[in-house]
């Protein structure tokens, strides 16, 4: 069973929808989780952190739930410019330890 | 902005052949990180450098890769010979020393005919 799980969707939506991605991580003693964002055929990208309390950059909110180890991605007002693959990161360690990537969900914003 | 930087960006090659490819970090960045990430796929660790040291190289496949970090600063992943299931995209990533952000290098694209 892989570490990091996510719906690889795609997913499909219209230009300002509200859209959420979920994920599961297995392994309790992870410590520190992402998002990152990679467009196609590019290096993955830091979108945000994810932090407990949960935490908000603009549009984007991101949500951990240690006791059933999940991480959400919440997009609120989609744009084209958000097409992309976005994957779920654990990281065993505070610092310094090799990311687990989950294998990615791919959301296609239309006009 | 400083990056990480990969070269060759795009390489071809026909299997049992040896190919190579190098990383420069960014600049300060003590650990060194490669990763292999298969179309459809997150992209997962194959080795880990703190300085010239390796960290972590459970997931290498030794039998035909091989990674040096000799002076502690760039570093090249070899595959000797080439396998078609070697066919990926390789990033190279870095990171300071206890910080949690890794920057991610454009990749190399390998193709094994």
């Known amino acids: 069973r892989k570490e990091v799980e996510q719906d690889p969707g795609p997913f499909n939506v219209p230009e300002g929808a509200t859209v959420a991605f979920n994920c599961t991580y297995s392994n309790s003693a992870s410590q520190s989780f992402f998002w990152y964002r990679q467009d196609c055929r590019k290096e993955p990208k830091l979108l945000m952190s994810?932090?407990?309390s949960g935490n908000e950059d603009g549009r984007f909110t991101a949500q951990l739930n240690r006791a059933s180890q999940y991480i959400s991605l919440l997009i609120r007002d989609s744009k084209l410019s958000d097409s992309a693959t976005y994957l779920c990161?654990?990281?065993?360690?505070?610092?310094?330890?090799?990311?687990?990537f989950g294998k990615g969900t791919s959301l296609l914003v239309t006009p | 902005e400083a990056e990480v930087a990969q070269s060759p960006r795009y390489k071809i090659t026909e299997k049992s052949q040896a190919v190579a490819f190098w990383c420069d970090p960014i600049?300060?960045?003590?650990?060194l990180y490669w990763y292999r990430q298969i179309l459809g796929q997150g992209p997962e660790l194959l080795v880990q450098f703190q300085d010239e040291s390796v960290v972590d190289d459970s997931q290498l496949p030794k039998d035909r890769f091989s990674a040096e970090r000799l002076k502690g600063v760039d570093s090249t992943l070899k595959i000797q010979p080439a396998e078609l299931g070697d066919s990926a995209m390789y990033l190279c990533?870095?990171?300071?020393?206890?910080?949690?952000?890794?920057?991610f290098g454009p990749g190399t694209r390998l193709t094994v005919l």
């Open positions: 990161v654990v990281n065993m360690r505070n610092s310094g330890y090799a990311l687990n």
């Open positions: 990533a870095s990171s300071l020393v206890g910080d949690n952000e890794q920057f």
């Open positions: 600049s300060g960045h003590a650990t």
């Open positions: 994810v932090y407990s």
